[in-house]
């Protein structure tokens, strides 16, 4: 089973910043990496798949970059909506795991 | 639009069981592969299961494989999940989601479901 870890844990932003949050594979998963965000009571929504496309109606804010094992998905201006737990999964190998998640908070 | 409703969550001992569905609609069933994810309590996400769009292939994550068995109507759009000897552990927020392509064998997951409670307790 591949390991996915992600850091840091829990990151505060302010708006208008640029917020970096970083998945790392414990194998090589390819591009075969998307990003998902969720906030409070919610379900999730993709954001990023193949490591660095865009999900049908993503702000161009968000960008994924990474391949192998190690990724980043950036948020070049933060919005006070972009509030929430980010997870990173791959999709390369089954199971098809997720990373712990990151909590991104607006400061 | 492409909506996903899950039904047949709720409280059940622990060995007993439960059946999951998933309404799909908005989008042609048939042609995506389907998925199960689930969430505990104030925890984060674990992949459960995937089918194939024909259901000829299916994928469990090691911790529910040999008691859980996700199946699929395309007659009916529906998506399912059999739970048995049901574990405290199994206690979550189930999501069925979408495959991001079709045909495929297992991508990303596209649109969720709001996700159905099963709590497991004695």
């Known amino acids: 089973e591949v390991t996915m870890t992600q850091s840091p844990a829990t990151l505060s932003v302010s708006p208008g910043e640029r917020a970096t949050l970083s998945c790392r594979a414990s194998?090589?998963?390819?591009?075969?990496l998307a990003w998902y965000q969720q906030k409070p009571g919610q379900a999730p929504r993709l954001l990023i798949y193949g490591g660095s496309s865009r999900a049908t109606g993503i702000p161009a804010r968000f960008s994924g970059s990474g391949s192998g094992t190690e990724f980043t998905l950036t948020i070049s201006s933060l919005q006070s909506e972009d509030f929430g737990v980010y997870y990173c999964?791959?999709?390369?190998?089954?199971?098809?795991?997720f990373g712990q998640g990151t909590k991104l908070e607006i400061k | 639009q492409v909506q996903l409703v899950e039904s047949g969550g709720g409280v059940v001992q622990p060995g007993g069981s439960l059946r999951l569905s998933c309404a799909a609609s908005?989008?042609?069933?048939?042609?995506?592969?389907m998925h199960w994810v689930r969430q505990a309590p104030g925890k984060g996400l674990e992949w459960v299961a995937f089918i194939r769009y024909d259901g000829t292939n299916e994928y469990y994550a090691d911790s529910v494989k040999g008691r859980l068995t996700i199946s699929r109507d395309n007659s009916k759009s529906t998506l399912h999940m059999q739970m048995n000897s049901l574990r405290v552990e199994d206690t979550a927020v189930y999501y069925c989601?979408?495959?991001?392509w079709g045909y495929g064998s297992g991508t990303a997951q596209d649109y969720w479901g709001q996700g159905t409670l099963v709590t497991v307790s004695s």
């Open positions: 999964q791959q999709y390369n190998n089954w199971p098809g795991t």
């Open positions: 989601a979408k495959d991001l």
């Open positions: 194998q090589s998963v390819r591009s075969n």
């Open positions: 908005g989008f042609s069933f048939s042609i995506y592969g």
